[in-house]
């Protein structure tokens, strides 16, 4: 069996997101997407509140998992492990809120409303 590394399950998870080949959906929980495959197999990437610094700006820690069928967690990476999952976070969270459409739809909106 192949031993695939944290930073290669990141990349493709990463590269799936960009090409919108993943299917986040908002959980219950605040800052939580996840996607399912094949009623086996749930991603989820998340954020969570760390500390506030000196001038209460919140800083966030991120990860992400893979559960198997049974709801084991059978990976976990978090921004100390490999950057780009605050990253990632923020691409699952645009998905999944639909961030582009509505930005369009208000921008169509907008510019209908503008006497020119």
Same mark, same amino acid.
């Given at each position: ?55 209460? +700006?919140? /800083? ?6 893979? $559960?198997?069928? *049974? ?5 976990? =990476?978090? @921004?100390?492990?490999? +950057?780009? /999952? ?6 699952? $969270?645009?998905? *999944? ?5 509505? =930005?369009? @739809?208000?921008?169509? +909106? ?7």
């Amino acid at each position: 069996m192949p031993h695939i590394s944290n930073q290669e399950f990141v990349t493709k998870v990463f590269e799936a997101t960009v090409a919108n080949k993943i299917d986040w959906q908002p959980t219950a929980l605040g800052g939580e997407f996840t996607a399912t495959y094949a009623g086996k197999w749930a991603l989820a990437v998340s954020s969570t509140l760390s500390h506030l610094t000196d001038r209460e +700006e919140p /800083i966030f820690d991120y990860s992400l998992s893979l $559960r198997n069928a *049974a709801g084991e967690i059978i990976l976990y =990476i978090d @921004d100390s492990d490999d +950057e780009r /999952i605050a990253r990632l976070h923020e691409l699952a $969270r645009r998905r *999944a809120l639909k961030v582009d459409e509505a =930005i369009a @739809d208000f921008l169509k +909106e907008l510019d209908e409303d503008i006497p020119f």
